[in-house]
């Protein structure tokens, strides 16, 4: 039978019967829509999750204190916090640090404007804003004099800057926190929303030392926050950095440290490991209307061959042979299940679309595309050869007979 002949036989068959037709590819459609959709959420999320933990910094590294009641249970020695002076060992000794900052931070009551607000104050150097990619929308940024002189400077976040001030500018405005009074010198960019769901631009920036003297009364950091000249060297730099702040704690090798280290790679790959493994999950189950659908598919056209026995008949009477009949209701089946993967692809991109609209990233890869499509097809070639068969099997005297 020729390919052109097969087509319009096809198309006939199923325009016969459009409602049955769309119905036999409902199960596709929802299956090949669904598998995409998941994947594209899933790799939306990923990429998102990467950007936001790319955004917390660059080729970060940072130290922070383990939590006391695990080092206790790990049977660590004598507790010790990071200082002050660790973070100035590590700028000093590091031979893959660009820039090092230390880092502390408590929620304080805030006023100004004539308003309260309650936000996060960190206490950093001026090399945090090189870290962590910070950019100003006006002012400027403190710098290492206004730390040695532990002057009351403070660069604002969106979000408080919008609580206290509205729409006026803050930068030269006299806020107070705690007990103390700052001049803010500078406006931040707007960040969004961080990698744990918390508001970046909730934060107001104040020289470390003016933190750890006018509002903390402490020597003790909350965090070190590295840079490392180039990715190449994030294994290594983290390795030299917990030798340097062994060495600042006095610790030998087998002395459980009061310190963890961890880096943005490792953070980026472990949270895309539990994207990966979650869209594929969702993929999967999603998968299984895909089969849902292909016996669907071998149902109807199980019947269709039934119904359309007589014409079989005719058909082998007239001299068409075992192989057009098969090849005939194969084709029916691929078509149809080709139909529901292309009507389930086409609703995949507008239901992302839509899911855009709505803040939830997703991201449509084209190999998904293509190979939902050819599965589609392999679901109508697999489950529709079974009724194909049958067809090619019947007697003509049987069929004709057939009533």
């Given at each position: 039978?020729?390919a052109?002949?097969?087509?319009?036989?096809?198309?006939?068959?199923?325009?016969?019967?459009?409602?049955?037709?769309?119905?036999?590819?409902?199960?596709?459609?929802?299956?090949?829509?669904?598998?995409?959709?998941?994947?594209?959420?899933?790799?939306?999320?990923?990429?998102?999750?990467?950007?936001?933990?790319?955004?917390?910094?660059?080729?970060?590294?940072?130290?922070?204190?383990?939590?006391?009641?695990?080092?206790?249970?790990?049977?660590?020695?004598?507790y010790?916090?990071?200082?002050?002076?660790?973070?100035?060992?590590?700028?000093?000794?590091?031979?893959?640090?660009?820039?090092?900052?230390?880092?502390?931070?408590?929620?304080?009551?805030?006023?100004?404007?004539?308003?309260?607000n309650?936000?996060?104050?960190?206490?950093?150097?001026?090399?945090?804003?090189?870290?962590?990619?910070?950019?100003?929308?006006?002012?400027s940024?403190?710098?290492?004099?206004?730390?040695?002189?532990?002057?009351?400077?403070?660069?604002?976040?969106?979000?408080?800057?919008?609580?206290?001030?509205?729409?006026a500018?803050?930068?030269?405005?006299?806020?107070?926190?705690?007990n103390?009074?700052?001049?803010?010198?500078?406006?931040?960019?707007?960040?969004?929303?961080?990698?744990?769901?918390?508001?970046?631009?909730?934060?107001?920036?104040?020289?470390?030392?003016?933190?750890?003297?006018?509002?903390?009364?402490?020597?003790?950091?909350?965090?070190?926050?590295?840079?490392?000249?180039?990715?190449?060297?994030m294994?290594?730099?983290?390795?030299?950095?917990?030798?340097?702040?062994?060495?600042?704690?006095?610790?030998?090798?087998?002395?459980?440290?009061?310190?963890?280290?961890m880096?943005?790679?490792?953070?980026?790959?472990?949270?895309?490991?539990?994207?990966?493994?979650?869209?594929?999950?969702?993929?999967?189950?999603?998968?299984?209307?895909?089969?849902?659908?292909g016996?669907?598919?071998?149902?109807?056209?199980?019947?269709?061959?039934?119904?359309?026995?007589?014409?079989?008949?005719i058909?082998?009477?007239?001299?068409?042979?075992?192989?057009?009949?098969?090849?005939?209701?194969?084709?029916?089946?691929?078509?149809?299940?080709?139909?529901?993967?292309?009507?389930?692809?086409?609703?995949?991109?507008?239901?992302?679309?839509?899911?855009?609209?709505?803040?939830?990233?997703?991201?449509?890869?084209?190999?998904?595309?293509?190979?939902?499509?050819?599965?589609?097809?392999?679901?109508?070639?697999?489950?529709?050869f079974?009724?194909?068969?049958?067809a090619?099997?019947?007697?003509?005297?049987?069929?004709?007979?057939?009533?």
């Open positions: 039978m020729k052109a002949r097969l087509l319009q036989s096809c198309f006939r068959s199923i325009l016969r019967n459009r409602m049955r037709s769309l119905l036999t590819s409902l199960g596709i459609i929802i299956g090949v829509g669904s598998v995409i959709i998941m994947l594209a959420i899933g790799e939306g999320a990923q990429k998102a999750i990467e950007a936001r933990i790319a955004a917390m910094g660059t080729n970060l590294i940072q130290v922070m204190p383990a939590p006391r009641g695990a080092f206790n249970r790990m049977g660590g020695g004598v010790r916090p990071i200082t002050r002076g660790d973070a100035e060992k590590v700028l000093y000794e590091s031979s893959f640090a660009m820039a090092v900052s230390g880092i502390v931070q408590r929620s304080f009551s805030v006023t100004g404007g004539g308003q309260a309650s936000s996060v104050v960190m206490g950093v150097q001026p090399d945090f804003f090189f870290i962590r990619s910070w950019n100003l929308e006006e002012g940024f403190f710098d290492d004099e206004d730390g040695a002189l532990r002057n009351r400077v403070a660069v604002m976040g969106a979000t408080p800057a919008a609580n206290l001030f509205g729409g500018s803050p930068v030269g405005q006299v806020i107070r926190i705690g103390n009074n700052f001049t803010v010198t500078g406006l931040l960019e707007r960040r969004g929303i961080g990698p744990g769901g918390n508001d970046q631009d909730d934060v107001i920036m104040v020289p470390l030392d003016t933190a750890l003297t006018r509002l903390l009364n402490t020597r003790n950091l909350n965090a070190i926050a590295i840079s490392v000249a180039d990715r190449r060297f294994e290594a730099a983290q390795m030299e950095t917990e030798l340097i702040m062994r060495e600042a704690h006095r610790l030998n090798f087998t002395e459980i440290p009061s310190f963890h280290i880096n943005s790679d490792a953070l980026i790959e472990m949270a895309s490991e539990t994207s990966r493994t979650l869209t594929v999950l969702l993929a999967a189950i999603a998968g299984v209307s895909l089969l849902v659908g016996i669907g598919i071998m149902n109807i056209m199980l019947v269709s061959v039934t119904e359309r026995t007589r014409e079989i008949g058909r082998m009477a007239v001299g068409a042979r075992k192989r057009d009949i098969l090849l005939q209701f194969l084709a029916e089946a691929v078509f149809l299940s080709l139909l529901g993967g292309i009507i389930g692809i086409g609703f995949a991109f507008l239901s992302c679309h839509i899911l855009g609209a709505f803040s939830v990233p997703t991201s449509i890869n084209p190999v998904v595309v293509v190979a939902a499509a050819l599965f589609a097809c392999l679901i109508g070639v697999f489950f529709g079974y009724p194909a068969r049958k090619a099997g019947l007697y003509p005297i049987d069929a004709l007979r057939y009533e």
